[in-house]
C-alpha cells in the first residue's frame, strides 16, 4: 500500500509559478512510476506528466509541456511539480498518482491516489 499526500496548491495570477508536492509513505517509492494528473469541474480528469521509477524517463502531456516540469527525490519519498507560466486553463485539482513500474498516461493504470489540491489561476 502506498499513500499519496499533494500540497502546494494555491490561488496565482496569469503567468506565475507554483510548485505542487507529494509525499508518499508505505512500499518502497523508488519502485514505482509517479504522474500528475488534473480535473476540472465537468471535465474528465486528465494526464499532465509522469516520471518513471529510474528518474531517466519523462513523458507531458502537449497542453503543459515547456512550461511544468516533474522531477522526484526518491531519497525524501517526493514527487514535484513545477508549474510555470501559468495560464487559467490551468486551473484544476491537481491528483498525484502511483504504479509499479513503468509511465502510463491513462488513469485507469494508475493503482494509488492522494486526494489533490486546488490549482486556482486568475486571469
Known amino acids: 500500500q502506498v499513500q499519496l499526500v499533494e500540497s502546494g496548491g494555491g490561488l496565482v495570477q496569469a503567468g506565475g509559478s507554483l510548485r505542487l508536492s507529494c509525499a508518499a509513505s508505505?512500499?518502497?517509492?523508488?519502485?514505482?512510476?509517479m504522474a500528475w494528473f488534473r480535473q476540472s469541474p465537468g471535465w474528465e480528469r486528465e494526464f499532465a506528466t509522469a516520471?518513471?521509477?529510474?528518474?531517466?524517463?519523462?513523458a507531458y502531456a502537449d497542453s503543459v509541456k515547456g512550461r511544468f516540469t516533474i522531477f522526484r527525490d526518491n531519497a525524501k519519498n517526493t514527487v514535484y511539480l513545477q508549474m510555470n507560466s501559468l495560464k487559467p486553463e490551468d486551473t484544476a485539482v491537481y491528483y498525484c498518482?502511483?504504479?509499479?513500474?513503468?509511465?502510463?498516461?491513462?488513469?485507469?493504470?494508475?493503482?494509488?491516489w492522494g486526494r489533490g489540491t486546488q490549482v486556482t489561476v486568475s486571469s
Open positions: 498518482a502511483a504504479r509499479i513500474w513503468g509511465i502510463s498516461r491513462s488513469a485507469q493504470e494508475y493503482d494509488y
Open positions: 516520471i518513471a521509477w529510474t528518474n531517466t524517463s519523462t
Open positions: 508505505g512500499r518502497t517509492f523508488s519502485s514505482y512510476a
